[in-house]
């Protein structure tokens, strides 16, 4: 490995120390720099006491007491969905495709005209596309 890779390299290889390049001292930034004769005559800060940070630290506990709460209500609004009659539709029209289906099955397995099968099979599409629409009628929209 090349000397100079080692440098730059923030790894160890062989138990040796790596020397890493220098760091440049940045200046602070301004509001860290001590206040100039003119901005300290323009801007005497107040002293702050007890009684001060303690009512900041109350106004502080209340805000998050507020957000704490509706986030509270946000998850329990969330872990129940509301009614929806279209959903229930939808479900009811499920539960019908499933019998015409197995209804169809068991004419084909006892030898029925295929007349009859292609209409319980017809109505079944029919109710299966019906349960779709109220499925995705029923949903929520969350934009």
Do not use: C
């Not at 003119?38 to 801007?43: F, G, H, Y």
């Not at 800060?45 to 946000?74: G, K, N, Q, V, Y």
């Amino acid at each position: 490995m090349d000397p100079e890779d080692a440098r730059e390299s923030l790894f160890v290889e062989d138990d040796r120390p790596v020397r890493l390049p220098p760091v440049v001292a940045q200046p602070p930034p301004a509001e860290f720099l001590p206040p100039t004769d003119d901005e300290s005559a323009v801007a005497s800060p107040r002293r702050a006491t007890f009684a001060d940070l303690l009512a900041a630290l109350l106004r502080i506990e209340r805000s998050l007491d507020d957000i704490r709460r509706a986030l509270s209500a946000t998850v329990r609004e969330d872990r129940h969905a509301q009614f929806s009659l279209a959903r229930l539709v939808g479900a009811i029209l499920q539960a019908l495709v499933v019998g015409w289906l197995l209804w169809g099955v068991s004419d084909w397995a006892f030898g029925e005209p295929s007349e009859t099968l292609r209409t319980k099979l017809g109505f079944a599409a029919v109710f299966q596309l019906v349960a779709l629409t109220a499925f995705l009628v029923g949903r929520e929209r969350n934009l």
